[in-house]
Every structure is written in C-alpha cells, then in structure tokens.
C-alpha cells in the first residue's frame, strides 16, 4: 500500500493537507483550511453562467453526443460530448485537466473530433463568450467560456475536476 503523503508530492496537482506547512516555513501548526469558502460565490455564479450561456452550451453539446452516437463507431465521442456538457451548465468550482496517460489514439480521437463537431461547439463558446463580455457582471462568465474553447476542440484526453481538493473527482 502507498502512503498518501508521498504520492501527493509526486502528483503535480497536489495539495497540502491541513497542518502541513512549506520546507522552510515557521513550525507552527495552521488551522484548518476551509475547503468551501467561496461556495456561495460560485452558486450565484453558477445560476448566472445557467440563465445566460450555460443551457444553450449544454444543449449544444448534448445534440452533438446524441448525433455521435446514431454511428456505433463515435460512441467514445457522444461520450466526451455528454461528459464536456455536464462541465458546461455548471462550471464553476471545477477545471480541466490533462490525462497524464492519453496518448496517441486521444490526440487522433481529438483529429476526427475537430471535423465531426468541434468547430461548431467552438464557435458557440466564441460567440456567447463575446456576447458575455458585453457586461461587467458577465465579463468572468466570458473569460470562463474562452476557457472552454480548447476542451470543445480537443475533448479526448482530458478530465473535469474538482478545486475543491486533490482527486476529488466530479465527473
């Protein structure tokens, strides 16, 4: 069995757990730190991100998984089509990350993607993204749909995490 400790220093992604403090920092013992601190804030953006881009984006990506999945050879696909949906109605709170072990068969999954579908969920992250930015209060809900565009390109390869600690897998 692995100790916990070492492999969270192995893991780039890691965080500290509570009481664990920096080399080289003073040995004093920290409180515990609230994991859910900005909750609210992300709710209310939440409702916000769903009311004004989120529904049209999830029901963009959901069309594209139920279209991919009429051929039996782009199920894995409408898979990563229906997975990047649940991302895209509620976004905050969560981020993408990189698949340390995809490979080739993710990165030509992600070719025949942009052809199939990516350009147009895309273009739709594009669109609502500058539709977002037009007002002050949506200026973070466009900046969190620029973020999006890369993932509705190359979707293989990658996975939806939690911030609210390390492996804390929502999706």
């Known amino acids: 069995m692995v ?3 070492w492999r969270f220093a192995i893991d780039p992604r890691r965080v500290r757990p509570a009481g664990e ?4 920092a003073a040995r004093t ?4 730190s609230r994991r859910c601190e900005n909750q609210p804030v992300r709710t209310i953006l939440n409702i916000i991100w769903l009311i004004f881009a989120g529904l049209g ?7 594209a998984g139920i279209l ?5 050879v782009t199920i894995p696909w409408a898979i990563a089509s229906f997975r990047i949906a649940r991302y ?3 976004p905050f709170g969560r981020e993408i990350v990189s698949k340390p072990t995809s490979g080739v068969g993710s990165f030509l999954g992600n070719v ?11 273009i739709g992250h594009i669109v609502s993204g500058l539709l977002l930015c037009v007002t002050i209060i949506g200026i973070p809900m466009g900046i969190a749909d620029f973020k999006m565009v890369p993932v509705s390109l190359m979707p293989l390869g990658k996975e939806i995490v939690s911030r609210r600690g390390a492996f804390d897998r929502t999706l």
């Open 88 to 90: 895209a109605i509620w």
């Open 68 to 72: 991919l999945c009429i051929p039996i």
């Open 21 to 24: 403090v920096r080399a080289g």
């Open 29 to 32: 013992r920290r409180t515990p």
């Open 3 to 5: 100790n916990d400790r």
């Open 57 to 63: 984006l999830f029901l963009g990506y959901v069309l």
């Open 112 to 122: 025949l993607w942009v052809i199939l579908a990516g350009w147009w969920l895309a």
